[in-house]
């Protein structure tokens, strides 16, 4: 424990809590899952991202240019984009190319509003800032456009009479598929809902959490997690609004057909 009575973690402690995950793994192997190998491999890729980013972030923090800044930023929303396709089981058609806009400018302009007019930091590059706040509301806004990605080509694929019926009826492309999009966006929600309703009474957030590890008034904390969800929020159903309004009208042809 140092002098402001934070525990710090040694690599003895670091390799205790991976005990934690052997467990899992046992009981994965156990219960004859299959899953023993890409749990192993899910915690050896975290800890090397980790370190790697722990290293970067030392680098640019002591720098501190607009240009590096932003390379790291873009470089985040392509692995979060890389993230988002390998884990979608049927894809969309120019998922990439949705997906990757819908992130930058819902991601984007969400960020931007955040730093510059809630958090009010300045320079609007400062990376102890914009780094992690964008991490935060990049990491659930892609969370929620993939689940609004695979909801919108499941209802689809089920209600394709359905809408073709509707097309042949004298109905647009979007009218056609207003209950699909409407209950892919609400799925896109879901997990950020369920976070807020949970959060203080069942869970504490990670933000908050680490803010008090480190020292913060508690009170503080609160208002910074409270704030950070407002973001997430926004973060979100803008990401999967953006990607559901370009995404849906890739189902169908220029005649108003839906594609085969």
Same mark, same amino acid.
């Given at each position: ?29 156990? /219960? ?32 501190? @240019? ?15 984009? /890389? ?81 073709? @019926? ?42 908050? @959490? ?5 020292? @913060? ?44």
């Amino acid at each position: 424990m140092d002098n402001r009575g934070l525990v710090n973690l040694e690599l003895s402690n670091l390799l205790l809590a991976f005990a934690l995950i052997l467990f899992a793994m046992a009981l994965s192997r156990f /219960q004859r899952l299959g899953q023993a190998r890409k749990i192993g491999w899910a915690a050896l890729r975290m800890v090397v991202q980790l370190l790697a980013i722990g290293y970067i972030l030392h680098l640019v923090f002591s720098v501190k @240019t607009p240009l590096l800044v932003t390379s790291i930023l873009i470089v985040m929303a392509g692995f979060s984009l /890389q993230v988002a396709g390998s884990q979608a089981k049927r894809k969309m058609p120019g998922f990439y190319r949705v997906m990757g806009s819908s992130i930058l400018a819902g991601c984007g302009g969400v960020t931007f509003f955040f730093c510059a007019l809630v958090v009010g930091y300045s320079p609007w590059y400062e990376p102890r800032y914009l780094i992690p706040l964008f991490g935060m509301i990049l990491g659930n806004s892609m969370q929620g456009a993939s689940l609004a990605a695979e909801r919108l080509e499941a209802e689809i694929g089920e209600r394709r009479e359905e809408i073709e @019926t509707a097309l042949c009826l004298g109905a647009t492309p979007r009218q056609a598929v207003e209950t699909a999009l409407r209950n892919a966006f609400s799925a896109a929600l879901i997990p950020t809902l369920n976070t807020m309703a949970a959060m203080g009474i069942v869970s504490l957030p990670g933000m908050m @959490t680490g803010q008090i590890l480190s020292g @913060t008034e508690p009170a503080v904390a609160v208002r910074y997690q409270i704030a950070i969800m407002c973001a997430v929020s926004g973060g979100v159903a803008a990401t999967a609004f953006l990607l559901l309004m370009q995404g849906y009208r890739r189902y169908f042809t220029p005649a108003h057909q839906l594609r085969r």
